[in-house]
Structure formats: structure tokens, C-alpha cells
């Protein structure tokens, strides 16, 4: 393996990297989370393997888009709250007027054959490309047969026996929890890229490092953040209805998406359906 230099991306690479990644991430969350394994963790060395591993598993528990909420988390451990917020940004504005764009053409010229053809194209391109994500994030975070009968048994309970997604994760939190104490190697999240020469770090974040300062717990700071995002969440929706009234449709909308981010858990192939 190529030796590769280990050193803290300034914030202006970073911003670079999180606008490139709002252009070409393409295949919804298991492509944009394929192109960070790439990306941050085999090619500039920015996460190791083992922390972005434990960082996806905490983003899949929460509800909302887990590869976004996986951008803003290394975003904001790198360069603090700029840091996450730009990184949540750019994750999604270049997509804006890549979707304004192509539905100007879809509703412009949408029932021209060809037109339609090529969006028709698309669909098994897309699939094809989520696909190849799972089986590259697959084969890293399922890294014996214990791991891949869980996935299994997850995947036929979803799909076979429509078990209800909150069921499958608490299922698989159990038993992850039962066997984490009677075989620690068994579910652990996988090795990092292993000591370089010297003894120097193989990443610049990694979970044998010293936890950065703004990353410590901190009651009093959670208590912050929460109030101020928050009201940063509900001010709108809530002046739309003192402005328009309850019964508008925009508020409707906002007040309906507000209690679908709190249940989507399982990220955008839960909201789909």
C-alpha cells in the first residue's frame, strides 16, 4: 500500500470536498455513503475505518437521512459547527439546481418519447448504482457470518414477514448488545487502517485518538444546542401559521414533514414508502 500523508484537511479543502460530493452523489444514501467510504476514508485518510463505521451506526438510528446526518457529524468533528454546517449545506444545494433543472425539462418536455426514454434509462442506472454502494458498504461493516446472518434475517424480515422497522432495530440492538458480552470480536465495528510507520496516526480522526475538544460531552451544551436548532426548526413552520393560518396548506406541509422527521427512521427508504 501506497504510504499516504496523514495531516488535518484545512477548512477550505473540506468545503471543497463537501461541494464535489453535492454534485456527484448520486444513488441516494448507500451511493453518497459508498463515496465517503472512498473518499474520506481510504483515499485522504481524514476518518478511520473504524470511527466512520461507528458514526454510520449511530446516523442509521436516528431518524431522518442518515448519510446526510453522517456528512454534518464528520463535517463538524473536523472543523467544529461551520464545519457541520456546510458540510449539511453543500450536501444538499448543489442537488437543488441539479433537481430544478432537470424538472424543468421533465415538465417542459416531459411527454416528448425521447425525453421520457432517457428518465426511463435512468431508473435501472440508479438501481444499479445503489447496488454496487451496498455491496461495497457490505462487505466493510459485515465482516463475518455472524454479521451476515443478522443482515439476512433483518432483510427476509422486512421484506417477507413486513416485521415493522423500529421491531428489526431493537431485534438487532439486543442481539448485538447479548453478543457484544459473550464475543467482543464478533460485533465489533472492524480495524482502522492499522499503525503507520513510527507509530503515527493512519487517520485524523480515529477512535484511538484523543477526542477533540468541541467532541467532549457536555450538558450544558446540549441543552444549547438543542434549544437554539430547535427554534431555528419550529420558528418557521409556526410564523407560517400565525401568518397564513393553521389551516394553509403550507403550514399543513410543514407541520407534516416535522412529525415525518421524527419517525423516518432508516433514512430515505423509510420515508419512500
Known amino acids: 500500500m501506497n504510504t499516504v500523508s496523514i495531516r488535518a484537511p484545512t477548512f477550505a479543502e473540506a468545503f471543497c470536498f463537501w461541494l464535489k460530493l453535492g454534485f456527484i452523489s448520486f444513488g441516494g444514501p448507500a451511493g453518497q455513503i459508498a463515496i465517503m467510504q472512498t473518499e474520506l476514508v481510504e483515499r485522504r485518510r481524514w476518518i478511520s475505518q473504524s470511527r466512520f463505521l461507528h458514526a454510520l451506526n449511530f446516523c442509521m438510528l436516528l431518524p431522518g437521512p442518515e448519510a446526510q446526518q453522517l456528512a454534518i457529524y464528520i463535517g463538524w468533528l473536523l472543523h467544529k459547527t461551520w464545519g457541520g454546517i456546510v458540510a449539511g449545506a453543500l450536501f444538499v444545494i448543489p442537488s437543488m439546481f441539479v ?15 425521447w425525453i421520457a426514454a432517457i428518465f426511463y434509462g435512468l431508473k435501472p442506472a440508479v438501481f444499479a448504482i445503489v447496488a454496487f454502494a451496498v455491496l461495497r458498504i457490505g462487505r466493510k461493516a459485515l465482516r463475518n457470518p455472524v454479521m451476515w446472518a443478522i443482515a439476512v434475517a433483518s432483510f427476509a424480515g422486512v421484506f417477507f414477514l413486513k416485521v ?3 421491531v428489526i432495530i431493537l431485534a438487532a440492538g439486543l442481539i448485538g448488545f447479548i453478543g457484544g458480552r ?7 465495528a472492524g480495524e482502522g487502517h492499522g499503525p503507520t510507520k513510527g507509530g503515527k496516526k493512519s487517520s485524523v480522526l480515529d477512535d484511538e485518538g484523543e477526542t477533540p475538544e468541541h467532541a467532549r460531552p457536555s450538558v450544558r451544551r446540549a441543552i444549547r444546542v438543542c434549544l437554539i436548532w430547535g427554534l431555528l426548526w419550529w420558528s418557521p413552520i409556526l410564523a407560517v401559521g400565525l401568518w397564513r393560518g393553521w389551516d394553509h396548506t403550507l403550514f399543513q406541509e410543514g407541520l407534516f414533514f416535522a412529525k415525518a422527521a421524527m419517525v423516518t427512521f432508516g433514512g430515505a427508504y423509510a420515508v419512500l414508502p
Open 99 to 113: 433537481l430544478w433543472g432537470l424538472s424543468f425539462v421533465y415538465a417542459a418536455y416531459g411527454n416528448l418519447p
Open 164 to 166: 415493522p422497522f423500529p
Open 182 to 188: 459473550l464475543s467482543p470480536a464478533m460485533f465489533s
